[in-house]
Each structure stands twice: as structure tokens, then as C-alpha cells.
């Protein structure tokens, strides 16, 4: 899967170091450790089910992820996380492994994102990362730039 989204990131114009991470990245502080930053420099691929609809939410690892907010930010009535097997037939990648790109899902990018030079995003399964500049991905995926963050 990782070259997948390599290859997505390539079309793209995005040039992305994938690396392969010795240490567990299972939680946003975990992958932090695995990195050297922040838990709000991570950026965690999350897809909800909106309205009957997967949208993926790339949000800070800082916080939650606010049903009320996302559900204001892309107008819908409700949202729910998507199960593990929703995640898969929507986007080819398995839980902790989304990747920003490779998929034809809408994308929705987390503001608190936007407060770091460089965040950490999945690079197509659960040990790959990616360093970035959130402006420049947010960019080039198309993403819809929106505050999601709860407690």
C-alpha cells in the first residue's frame, strides 16, 4: 500500500519521503515518540461516514474530533467513524495506514494542522510516515481546510 500512495503522492507533484518507522505508531503518542515532535504534529487519517458518505479527516493528533463540528464544516446531518471494513472498501488502505491520497474521497484538513511548519502524516500502512508542510498537502490533495478539534 505504501506505494500506492507514493505513486498517488508523485501524480500529485508531491515528493515524499516514506519512511518505515521501527517504533509503534498504533497511537498519536506512540508515533510521536517514533518521530521526535509534538502529538499535535501528527496528523491522523480518520474516515467518517457522513450522511451515508466516507469523507476522510486528517486531524491534528492534539485532539478529538468534534461529530458536530465536522457535520457543520461539510454540512451534513450525521456522521459517524467508520467501521474498519468501511475504511478499507473506501479508500484500499487498512486502519492506521490511511494515506492522504489514493483515493477518490472528499478530504477535510484540520486548522490546528495549519499551526506547525511540518506535520507527520500516514504514508500508506501503520509504521509509514511522511514529514510535510500541512499548507503545501492540504493543497495539492484538494483538501477543505476546517477546524474539527474537541476535547
Do not use: K, Q, T
Given at each position: 500500500m505504501r506505494e500506492k500512495f507514493i505513486s498517488a503522492a508523485r501524480e500529485l507533484g508531491l515528493e515524499v519521503d516514506v519512511r518505515q518507522l521501527e517504533g509503534s505508531t498504533a497511537t498519536v503518542a506512540d508515533a510521536a515518540r517514533a518521530v521526535g515532535v509534538e502529538p499535535g504534529q501528527i496528523a491522523k487519517s480518520l474516515v467518517f461516514v457522513a450522511d451515508g458518505e466516507p469523507v476522510l479527516c486528517i486531524a491534528s493528533g492534539a485532539h478529538r474530533v468534534d461529530l458536530g463540528q465536522l457535520c457543520d464544516a461539510i454540512d451534513c446531518a450525521a456522521a459517524r467513524q467508520a467501521a474498519p471494513d468501511e475504511v478499507r472498501a473506501a479508500t484500499g488502505f487498512s486502519v492506521g495506514g490511511v494515506?492522504?491520497?489514493?483515493?477518490?474521497?472528499?478530504?477535510?484538513?484540520?486548522?490546528?494542522?495549519?499551526?506547525?511548519?511540518?506535520?507527520?502524516?500516514?504514508?500508506?500502512?501503520?509504521?509509514?510516515?511522511?514529514?510535510?508542510?500541512?499548507?503545501?498537502?492540504?493543497?495539492?490533495?484538494q483538501a477543505r481546510i476546517v477546524a474539527v478539534g474537541g476535547d
Open positions: 494515506a492522504p491520497c489514493g483515493h477518490e474521497l472528499p478530504v477535510v484538513l484540520d486548522s490546528a494542522l495549519l499551526d506547525h511548519d511540518r506535520i507527520w502524516v500516514s504514508g500508506g500502512d501503520a509504521n509509514c510516515m511522511f514529514e510535510i508542510d500541512p499548507r503545501e498537502l492540504a493543497e495539492r490533495i
